[in-house]
């Protein structure tokens, strides 16, 4: 409001600013400047600049008490940010894009899978232990029998930290861990088993075929008088039990460090019956994975007799199994959250 008196205008001005510094607003509404007012209007004679005085002043402390009240109101409730969103946090509420429903998701087809193939290896008797993600030099090579310097080192190039710490690049790096923790089963007659998913990384060129993360399944088996033909059985057995129909399997010899006689392990393609289809490039055939007989350095390591004990192992590619299952032809599909290609699993 605009007021005319010069005596009202002077005491809005003052008392506006009162109010502004002040802690305790409604202070103003005792204020002297404002009894003043009051004081003066009732020593003014009746008559017209009497009324006029009087409405300026009473439309003063109104306004005055109008800005006490909204002073004590609450503040208006400011929405907390959530800083993990994944859009702009000052994003206008109808731009920002909305959450999928939880009860539209699914598991991932590797999450899935990953469970069947479990399932069949725990009653095949193989006790199922997590890798990890994160490992150092000793684990990847040196107790898996790599010489410094090798360049068998060069296949499995990672990434790496500042710390000399680095990305698995193989599941393997479990087998110490695993053979320490559990020799003193051997004396008491029982066999090690184990498989290990996990989740490993490469420096890869990406195709169809090539990731450089993608999951791997590591099994190890130790005991008294183990040969190559408990491995390929054991293989077998699962692969058949996985694909539900009878395969054909062959080995062919291979390079590890941390086996010998290593092999590379192939089955009849369980697209086409080996009839030759695009799954196994019109071969018949599919290397899934590398395995062999455990390097005796490799036991020794993890301080089992290599004399007494013998054991295979093997790794191989779960996105890989997968694959072949249901005739996925891009690897990298597995890492793209293309809901198209999810939702089929769903
Ligand atoms: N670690 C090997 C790789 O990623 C796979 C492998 C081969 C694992 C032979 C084994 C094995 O345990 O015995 O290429």
């Keep these: 409001m605009e007021y005319h008196n010069k005596e009202v205008k002077a005491a809005e001005v003052a ?30 004679p009746a008559g017209k600049a ?3 005085f009087g409405r300026e002043v009473n439309a003063l402390k109104q306004e005055l008490e ?8 609450p503040k208006a409730e400011v929405s907390a940010i959530d800083v993990t969103a994944p859009f702009d946090a000052n994003t206008p509420a109808d731009s920002r894009p909305s959450l999928l429903p ?13 469970k069947v193939i479990l399932d069949i290896f725990s009653r095949m008797g193989f006790t199922a232990v997590e890798s990890r993600e994160i490992d150092d030099d000793y684990h990847m090579f040196t107790s898996l029998n790599f010489p410094p310097d090798h360049p068998a080192r060069d296949e499995y190039d990672t990434f790496t930290t500042d710390e000399g710490l680095l990305a698995p690049a193989h599941t393997s790096i479990m087998q110490n861990r695993f053979l320490k923790a559990h020799k003193k089963d051997l004396a008491k007659g029982q066999a090690i088993s184990a498989v290990v998913p996990g989740r ?13 993360t993608f999951y791997q399944l590591e099994g190890i088996y130790v005991d008294k008088g183990i040969n190559a033909g408990h491995l390929i059985a054991t293989l077998k057995t699962f692969l058949e039990e996985y694909y539900g129909q009878s395969l054909e399997v062959k080995t062919q010899p291979f390079y590890f460090p941390f086996t010998e006689p290593s092999f590379e392990f192939a089955l009849s393609c369980p697209f086409c019956a080996k009839k030759g289809c695009q799954v196994c490039s019109y071969t018949g055939w599919i290397e899934l994975l590398g395995c062999g007989m455990i390097h005796p350095n490799v036991l020794k ?15 191989m590619g ?4 997968v694959m072949m299952k249901y005739g996925i032809e891009d690897v990298r599909l597995f890492e793209s959250a293309n809901l198209k290609f999810l939702r089929q699993f769903s």
Aim: net charge negative.
């Design 66 to 73: 109008q800005m006490v009240r909204e002073a004590a109101q």
């Design 102 to 114: 939880m009860e539209g998701g699914s598991q991932h087809p590797v999450t899935q899978e990953l």
């Design 15 to 44: 008392l506006k600013k009162l109010f502004a510094d002040s802690e305790d607003k409604r202070a103003i509404l005792r204020s002297p400047e404002l009894a003043a007012l009051f004081d003066r209007l009732k020593m003014l």
């Design 318 to 321: 779960i996105e890989r199994l």
């Design 50 to 52: 009497r009324a006029d």
């Design 200 to 212: 490993v990384f490469r420096n890869e060129d990406l195709d169809a075929r090539h990731e450089h």
């Design 301 to 315: 390591e993890a301080g089992i007799d290599a004399q007494t004990y013998t054991g295979f192992a093997w790794g």
